[in-house]
């Protein structure tokens, strides 16, 4: 998306290890940040997502990150499994514009 | 919960002919998103409705471009004239609150124009 910058386009990291995806954004009224998983040939579903009023939200091997003064915010995977393979979107919403994606590949 | 109901699945049409896309949303849920996909553009926000009044359009390509929701329970998407270019996955997705809750998204339908 035009206001929705997501880095790296690419990821493979070895099983077992921590990936880690970011995203930066330019509208200042941004209050809510989804993150999508889509596996290859489906539709995107969501993982997980936050808030503005939070720093910091986990949930089991997956968790995402808040600076709102920085204006980014970041999903983070740890103890990476060939399950996680797929592609990663991150979303600033009100604007609902989504990143470019992230190709993750866990390598067994 | 049915989810987000697109038909159909896959949809092959020759250019120029005119292709229509169509859409349930959840029950309950007063926003509905359309979607574009490709390889070279990513997701791409087509057009969103808040209890079926469309908010926002500046995704819509072309004025061969058109979507309507006659009722909180069905859109469609309507492509007249269809372009090879035109060729993607496009997503119909709701939320119970546009831009505050998560986006639910249908599985899609994959356009060929030939």
């Known amino acids: 998306g035009e206001n929705v910058e997501q880095h790296p386009s690419t990821l493979s990291v070895q099983e077992g290890d921590s990936a880690v995806i970011k995203c930066t954004y330019s509208d200042s009224a941004s209050n809510y940040f989804p993150w999508y998983k889509q596996e290859l040939g489906k539709r995107p579903q969501l993982i997980i997502d936050i808030r503005s009023n939070v720093g910091e939200k986990k949930d089991q091997r997956i968790a995402v990150t808040l600076n709102k003064t920085a204006k980014h915010f970041s999903l983070h995977i740890t103890e990476t499994q060939p399950e996680d393979s797929a592609v990663y979107f991150c979303?600033?919403?009100?604007?609902?514009?989504f990143g470019a994606g992230t190709t993750v590949t866990v390598r067994a | 919960d049915a989810g987000v109901i697109q038909s159909p699945r896959h949809e092959v049409t020759e250019m120029g002919q005119e292709v229509t896309l169509r859409c349930k949303p959840i029950?309950?849920?007063?926003?509905l998103f359309w979607y574009r996909q490709t390889m070279m553009r990513g997701l791409e926000l087509l057009i969103y409705?808040?209890?079926?009044?469309?908010?926002?359009d500046s995704g819509m390509p072309e004025d061969r471009f058109s979507a309507k929701m006659p009722n909180a329970s069905f859109s469609t998407l309507k492509i007249q004239p269809s372009e090879p270019r035109d060729s993607a996955v496009y997503f119909c997705?709701?939320?119970?609150?546009?831009?505050?809750?998560?986006?639910?998204f249908g599985n899609g339908t994959r356009l060929t124009v030939t």
């Open positions: 409705f808040n209890n079926n009044v469309p908010i926002d």
């Open positions: 029950s309950g849920h007063n926003s």
């Open positions: 979303a600033a919403l009100p604007k609902l514009s």
């Open positions: 997705a709701s939320s119970l609150v546009g831009g505050q809750s998560p986006l639910h």
